[in-house]
């Protein structure tokens, strides 16, 4: 997209002459990405894009992405930095053992910025590496609650910052909540984007398959999110992994 010449802040108005207007997300990035097998890598998809008032078109090419979920490194003070991308199938487990191979009492920064979401059995599994078990989310499916608890045995004592920004939304507000409803994070960044639906697969009559939106969840304190977004309890625009880092070393965890 930026070698095309498409900015942050371009607005998508139509995919392949559909226009996206009211669509939910998943729905855009969808109709972006494709099917697999009618709209492979190497396809085009054409974009009507608007700036300032200026409407133009730009074809593009997809491209298949490999981009690893989850990376890990240490700060320059010893604390375990895990930067979670998507929570696509086995993010889970590679931020529990990212953190069980963590040093000694060594802090973790959680990079959730730019997280578009993904499964939330996945986001699920992931705040269970912080959490002894305990509610992660609950949520209304045709006027039935249901529940998100989390796996027992996770790390309840290591300091941790979770980092994010306007880009984590979906499941990696999931995860952004519980940890920080439970107490068991401090939140850093800017207030994410505010994507709390629940939605599930139907089949159409013509064969195709939608998502469609069944419920809406709500963080451990009730707390909705949708159209919402979740505030961060230290809200700062720039240099956020700087000021992340900072409060991490402030709890202890050497940022």
């Known amino acids: ?61 997809r491209a298949e992405l490999t981009t690893e979920s989850v990376t890990v490194g240490t700060l320059a003070g010893g604390a375990r930095l895990i930067k ?30 730019g997280n578009g979401g993904g499964l939330v ?48 939304m979906s499941a990696a507000e999931l995860v952004t909540g519980a940890l920080q409803d439970r107490g068991r994070s401090i939140t850093v960044g800017a207030r994410t984007f505010g994507k709390g639906s629940v939605q599930m697969p139907s089949k159409l009559p013509d064969g195709s398959v939608a998502e469609l939106t069944v419920g809406h969840y709500r963080t451990p304190d009730g707390h909705g999110v949708d159209g919402r977004g979740i505030t961060p309890d230290v809200q700062v625009s720039e240099r956020a992994q700087d000021r992340a880092r900072t409060v991490l070393s402030g709890l202890g965890g050497n940022g």
């Open 84 to 113: 979670v991308e998507a929570f696509t199938k086995g993010t889970g487990a590679r931020v529990r053992d990212a953190v069980l191979d963590a040093p000694g009492e060594a802090g973790v920064l959680l990079d959730l910025r």
């Open 1 to 61: 997209a930026a070698r095309a010449g498409i900015r942050a802040g371009d607005t998508v108005r139509t995919v392949d002459g559909a226009s996206v207007a009211k669509r939910p997300v998943t729905e855009v990035m969808a109709l972006l990405r494709g099917d697999t097998r009618s709209a492979p890598a190497g396809s085009s998809v054409v974009l009507g894009l608007e700036r300032d008032g200026h409407r133009w078109t730009r074809t593009l090419r």
């Open 121 to 168: 059995s996945e986001a699920v599994t992931a705040a269970s590496a912080f959490l002894d078990g305990g509610l992660v989310a609950t949520y209304d499916i045709n006027g039935e609650q249901r529940v998100l608890n989390a796996d027992p045995g996770g790390d309840t004592t290591r300091p941790l910052v979770v980092l994010v920004d306007s880009g984590t």
